[in-house]
């Protein structure tokens, strides 16, 4: 991005939790506390929305404890809708349930914010950003998939960029306030472009955590 644009606009880093040392998951929220990552991003897998199985509540608890980040919960979960009030509890503060997983969005979006978290629908790959002009006003954050859901450290699909920028024109034209928030394969070789394109918010799990020094891999990220 140019200098002007850079001064005016700077992304929002959301460490991906799932690339962290699972036996030091204390020295991971110290780190991202003492960095300049906005959200902290929790991804919630149940081995049948997606082929892999996570961490659930008791983690996300504890981690509310300790974390002075936005809690970012990502449900790749089928009937999400059944535990929102558990996730409130546990201390989400951004709710995100999968399009593909909510044959109700609309409803499911209203429980989420009726239960005072911001509201997040994300989109798999094959999902076109057109499906959400009908509830754009009401998604506070849509999570575009630049992977297949499931597992970290996969390789970034380029027709995100697409994507993201019918997306911008979706949000543009309808005059809400959603955030784009891009997950899956984000790299400081990406990020920039990914902002150019109209992305908010950057989802990194491999490369922040395996970086040799993951707070200033964080602020070259931000400043893409
Ligand atoms: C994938 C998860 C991502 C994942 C990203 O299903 O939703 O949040 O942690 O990992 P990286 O940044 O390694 O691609
Ligand atoms: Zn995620």
Not at 102 to 128: D, E, F, W
Request: charged share 20%; with cysteine; glycine share 8%.
């Amino acid at each position: 991005m140019g200098t002007l644009s850079k001064s005016l606009y700077m992304a929002i880093i959301a460490p991906s939790l799932l690339a962290a040392d699972f036996l030091h998951l204390g020295k991971a929220c110290e780190m991202l506390n003492e960095s300049e990552a906005a959200w902290f991003h929790l991804d919630v897998m149940d081995g049948s929305f997606v082929p892999n199985i996570s961490y659930g509540l008791p983690v996300i608890e504890q981690i509310k404890k300790t974390t002075t980040k936005v809690m970012d919960v990502h449900l790749m979960i089928v009937h999400p809708e059944k535990y929102i009030a558990d996730f409130k509890k546990a201390g989400a503060d951004i709710l995100t349930v999968h399009y593909e997983a909510c044959p109700h969005l609309h409803s499911t979006l209203q429980q989420i914010k009726a239960h005072g978290m911001k509201a997040g629908v994300a989109i798999n790959p094959h999902t076109s950003v057109g499906l959400l002009k009908d509830v754009i006003k009401d998604i506070d954050v849509v999570c575009v998939m630049s992977v297949n859901p499931g597992f970290g450290g996969q390789k970034f699909i380029e027709h995100t960029y697409q994507k993201v920028r019918d997306l911008k024109q979706i949000i543009v034209a309808s005059g809400a306030a959603t955030l784009i928030e891009i997950d899956g394969g984000v790299t400081e070789n990406n990020a920039s472009d990914l902002v150019q394109a109209g992305a908010d918010v950057l989802v990194a799990g491999t490369t922040v955590f395996k970086a040799a020094d993951p707070k200033a891999m964080i602020i070259t990220l931000k400043n893409a």
